[in-house]
Structure formats: structure tokens, C-alpha cells
């Protein structure tokens, strides 16, 4: 299940306080007069769903790990984390409470969502499984790491999130004054491209800011036609590209054809043209093909070419969040 706003980022808050035990040891057993981890979305109150972001789920599956002179301690070994009435939690038979030990040097923190495209997930890697589909796209969070001593050291832990996959649509532009009905819409590569796939983060936590570094590895290919909702061009509009409402998200280049068929209905008149894809699918970018449409045929004119299919830049790590002045 997906959980809809109009944010690409979830405020992941991970409460982790101290454990009374030895001075080096993480322990998942609950600590009387300690505080257990608190997972939420949005530190809001009153908590409701529709501070969840948009496009992401309502599970997900998280890493962490204390670090200390160079040895890392699993915190929380693919802890799968669930939305429950108004909170995320993840306690259960198999999976205890988590607390921070302050002797730690740092910790580390990888999520993937939801919880079934994660594969392997681990300190030094991700692995999620990607197809190509019309209802979502699988997330990724930018590797966190906090330092001993930082502000954010015991405190909430925001996981910013991200897309795996990209994003694919059409538009039209016609050429005349009369109104334009455009059906049947298709493209088709003209050999088969990556239709499933692994996508493999590895983790570079040599730094205080980590890196991930992506990999796909094709796992089947696929020469169907990406099918389009109808778009209609009023009489009125004389320059503007109108959007289908279909969008594909799609596996990042990957075995991927740059020669191209797009077929279409005109107000009823069978009309295709080849054209040449010459755009590299990123992660969690979004690519509009846009056509003009005439009498004499159909031509590619533009790609529109977009970072981060929906953005927002407000979510401070340790802080808290806020849905102002999100757009999609």
C-alpha cells in the first residue's frame, strides 16, 4: 500500500538513547528508565497520515550499525519497519528495541523500500529489484552517517529518500487550430530492452559524508510497447505540449535501444514514426517525450529531462518535518 502527499522524501525518525549497560555494548533488551527506539514519519502532532510523502510506502525495510575503531556492530540487521494506525514500528518477536551506545565512534544507516524489493541489504551494500510498471517506483535512502559528538548523535534520524527507478511519459504539441484527439499511443524499442533488473548500491563510508555507487544488473528483457493514455489538444491550444496522464517507471539504462517506433491515432488516422532515444535513464529522473503532431506526420522535438520526479529540500536531518512548499 502507498501513502500519497506532494513530497519525493520521507522524515524517517529513529529515537535511539542510551543503553545503561557496558560501556561497549549495543543491546537490543529493553533498559527500565531508558527510552526504546521511536520510529515516525513526521514528528507532527496531531499525527496524520497525509504527512507520509508522496510516492512513498507505507514499508520499508533499514540497516544500522555502530561503528568503533574501525569494526562495525549490526544495530539493526534489515529490520522491516511498518506504517501502524498513526506510527511506523517495527518491534516484534523477532526484532528488538535499539538503543545508542555513546562509546560508538558512529553510526551507519541504509533503508530500501518497500520491504519486498529489498534483496540483500547489508553495511557495505543494497540490493533492490526493479521492473518496469505504471504504479510506483522502488526508493532508496542516501546512506546516513553520524558522527560521536554531532548534533544529530542521539537524536532523531531522518533518512532522506529517493527514486530507483526513472520515469517515462509522452506529450504533444499539434500543428493547427482544430481540436486534437491522439489515441493508441505506443512506443516501441526496436530490440528488447532491460524489463527487470537488480539495482545494486555499494557504500563508501570512508568519508563523513558517504557515497553510493549504483550498478544494474539486467535480469530479463522485453521489446513491448509502452502504451499511453489518450491526449486531447483543445483548438485553442496552439503551442502548448499536453501530457498523457500514463507514466512508466523504468529500469535505469540498461541494455536500452536508442532506436525507437512511436505509433499513434490522430483524430481516428493510423500515423508512426521512428526517432532516436538519445537520453541515458537515470535514477530518479523524469523524461517526457514530446511530439508534434500534423497532417504530414509525427516528429520527435523535444525531451524534457528533469531531476527527481518530485522534490523537496526541507527536511533538515535531526530536525523536524515540514510539508510547506512541497510541489510534485
Not at 200 to 222: F, I
Request: proline share 3%; with cysteine.
Amino acid at each position: 500500500m502507498k501513502l500519497y502527499h506532494t513530497i519525493t522524501l520521507l522524515s524517517l525518525s529513529l529515537l535511539l538513547l542510551v543503553s545503561c549497560k557496558e560501556a561497549d555494548d549495543i543491546s537490543g533488551d529493553d533498559v527500565p528508565g531508558y527510552s526504546p527506539v521511536m520510529v515516525s514519519a513526521a514528528p507532527v502532532s496531531p499525527f496524520t497520515r497525509g504527512y507520509v510523502a508522496n510516492g512513498m510506502y507505507d514499508n520499508f525495510k533499514v540497516f544500522a550499525a555502530a561503528e568503533k575503531d574501525g569494526a562495525q556492530t549490526v544495530a539493526m540487521n534489515g529490520y522491516e519497519v511498518n506504517f501502524v494506525a498513526d506510527d511506523w514500528s517495527y518491534v516484534n518477536d523477532s526484532q528488538h528495541l535499539v538503543y545508542w551506545n555513546p562509546n560508538a565512534d558512529s553510526y551507519l544507516f541504509t533503508a530500501g523500500a518497500p520491504i519486498d524489493a529489498v534483496t540483500d541489504i547489508n553495511a557495505t551494500s543494497m540490493t533492490l529489484s526493479l521492473k518496469n510498471n505504471t504504479s510506483g517506483s522502488v526508493m532508496a535512502a542516501e546512506p546516513l552517517k553520524i558522527m560521536n559528538g554531532s548534533d544529530d548523535f542521539g537524536k532523531r534520524v531522518n533518512l532522506r529518500f529517493a527514486y530507483a527507478h526513472s520515469r517515462v511519459c509522452v506529450a504533444f504539441k499539434k500543428e493547427g487550430t482544430k481540436d486534437m484527439t491522439i489515441s493508441d499511443i505506443k512506443l516501441t524499442p526496436d530490440a528488447a530492452i532491460a524489463s527487470k533488473a537488480t539495482l545494486r548500491y555499494s557504500y563508501d563510508w570512508s568519508t563523513d559524508t558517504p557515497t553510493a555507487t549504483q550498478q544494474v544488473n539486467t535480469t530479463e528483457t522485453s521489446a513491448e510497447a509502452f502504451s499511453f493514455e489518450d491526449v486531447t489538444i483543445p483548438a485553442s491550444n496552439t503551442s502548448d505540449a499536453v501530457t498523457s496522464a500514463t507514466y512508466y517507471y523504468c529500469v535505469p539504462d540498461a541494455t536500452n535501444t536508442n532506436q525507437w517506433q512511436v505509433s499513434l491515432k490522430c483524430n481516428g488516422d493510423t500515423k508512426q514514426a521512428s526517432f532516436v532515444n538519445s537520453e541515458t535513464w537515470q535514477s530518479g529522473k523524469n523524461y517526457i517525450y514530446v511530439f508534434s503532431i500534423s497532417e504530414q506526420g509525427t516528429k520527435l522535438i523535444n525531451v524534457i529531462t528533469q531531476d527527481n520526479f518530485f522534490d523537496c529540500n526541507d527536511i533538515e536531518s535531526g530536525g523536524e518535518f515540514s510539508n510547506k512548499g512541497m510541489t510534485e
